[in-house]
């Protein structure tokens, strides 16, 4: 037991370090900058979910969580008040890594946690945008004109979600054949 914690803790460790590199990156290599923040494209999610899927929910939420706090402080997150750091962030990721944490030991596990986990890191997204972002939404966003946070805040997150799900998906399909058996954790099982 002792030595398959080692080993989740590690590994976690190793994932989130990923995560936190690859988000980094993504300043020096923009591709696509939304206001307050967003990125249109980046593979943050896929460290996450490969840590989800493997270890569980419990360990993925974990990792989620404080690659989540780490993304702010370290980062450069934005934030207008408390809701939105523990939110868009803490939350934020912590559903992304217990959506992809259902699936551990699954087939697809990968492509289902990062739909499931994404969608889930996209909601959390969604929802603090209605209800703390909406105040501050402007009267124009991307040639259209916002009348209700509803549909500004499932345009802003929808741009920066389902592409970077999206890419996920093209990543575990390229790692699927190479990688399959540390996708599906049988490295863990002997």
């Known amino acids: 037991m002792k030595r398959n914690t080692t080993k989740a803790l590690t590994e976690g460790a190793i994932m989130v370090a990923l995560a936190l590199v690859l988000n980094l990156l993504k300043d020096v290599i923009p591709l696509g900058q939304l ?97 703390v972002w909406g105040k501050y939404m402007p009267e124009e966003f991307l040639g259209l004109t916002m009348t209700t946070p509803w549909f500004y805040s499932f345009l802003y997150n929808g741009l920066w979600a389902f592409p970077n799900i999206a890419l996920a998906l093209v990543v575990f399909a390229a790692l699927q054949k190479p990688m399959k058996k540390y996708i599906m954790a049988e490295d863990l099982r002997v």
């Open 35 to 131: 206001p307050n923040g967003g990125s249109l494209l980046n593979v943050t999610m896929v460290p996450i979910v490969l840590y989800g899927i493997r270890w569980g929910i419990g360990w993925g939420t974990m990792a989620g969580f404080i690659f989540g706090g780490l993304n702010y402080f370290i980062g450069n997150g934005i934030a207008i008040d408390w809701t939105t750091i523990l939110c868009d962030y803490f939350l934020a990721f912590a559903m992304l890594g217990l959506g992809a944490g259902l699936f551990k030991g699954k087939k697809h596990a990968a492509y289902f946690g990062s739909l499931v986990g994404g969608g889930l890191q996209f909601l959390a997204s969604y929802l603090v945008g209605v209800f």
